[in-house]
């Protein structure tokens, strides 16, 4: 069965400086891996999702990830957060695709002034 | 742009009450998933269809639980008789296929009182 962990419940960051949000998962078979964010009391908007291909995936708001096979990992970057940028980020894995998503739980991104 | 429309956006109900949530899907996608989001968690998955069969529903409550999907479009999730441990966010997601990306309504809050 698939899982995933974040790591880091809160992450604060000020204006300007790099985000990294770690996400890990386990997965028996090729993975598809997504980033999703949550704004309070809103469902869930896609930032990018991996399948196949290129492992640098880029997404919106100027966000972007980078799967690792090798360290089962899939962390999410932006290189200048932005006020906007604060909310709840979601990492979840596929088993290619054919299972329904499975999240971790999250971590909460402060952008400080 | 297309969306998932779930309705209603709150609900505050008293324990052993019944409830329903209702989600109409992105039209044509074929794939429904309802999820349950516990506070401070990621969702968890309790339903999935594929046009009007159920697909997995192994973590749906199924002794308070039920859910539907009668002409493969809108569905309806019931709680019967709702519990403390119930308040949560329902969100209901989406696909055009079961491989690719799920889109999310902006979700039911429940509040259980």
């Known amino acids: 069965a698939q899982s995933v962990t974040q790591l880091g419940s809160h992450v604060s960051v000020s204006e300007g400086a790099l985000v990294l949000l770690r996400c890990n998962y386990s997965s028996s078979v090729p993975p598809y891996l997504f980033w999703y964010v949550q704004y309070p009391n809103q469902g869930l908007q896609l930032l990018l999702k991996y399948t196949t291909g290129a492992t640098l995936v880029k997404g919106i708001n100027g966000f972007e990830a980078e799967f690792k096979k090798s360290e089962t990992s899939f962390h999410l970057t932006k290189p200048s957060a932005h006020m906007s940028d604060a909310a709840e980020y979601f990492c979840?894995?596929?088993?290619?695709?054919?299972?329904?998503?499975?999240f971790g739980k999250g971590t909460r991104l402060s952008v400080i002034a | 742009e297309a969306e998932v429309a779930q309705s209603p956006r709150y609900k505050i109900t008293e324990k052993s009450q019944a409830v329903a949530f209702w989600c109409d899907p992105i039209?044509?996608?074929?794939?429904l998933y309802w999820y349950r989001q516990i506070l401070g968690q990621g969702p968890e998955l309790l339903v999935q269809?594929?046009?009007?069969?159920?697909?997995?529903d192994s973590q749906l409550p199924k002794d308070r639980f039920s859910a539907e999907r009668l002409k493969g479009v809108d569905s309806t999730l019931k709680i019967q008789p709702a519990e403390l441990g119930d308040s949560a966010m329902y969100l209901c997601?989406?696909?055009?296929?079961?491989?690719?990306?799920?889109?999310f309504g902006q979700g039911t809050r429940l509040t259980v009182v």
């Open positions: 269809f594929q046009d009007e069969s159920v697909v997995d």
């Open positions: 979840a894995v596929s088993d290619s695709g054919n299972t329904p998503l499975v």
């Open positions: 039209s044509g996608h074929a794939t």
């Open positions: 997601a989406s696909s055009l296929q079961r491989d690719l990306e799920a889109f």
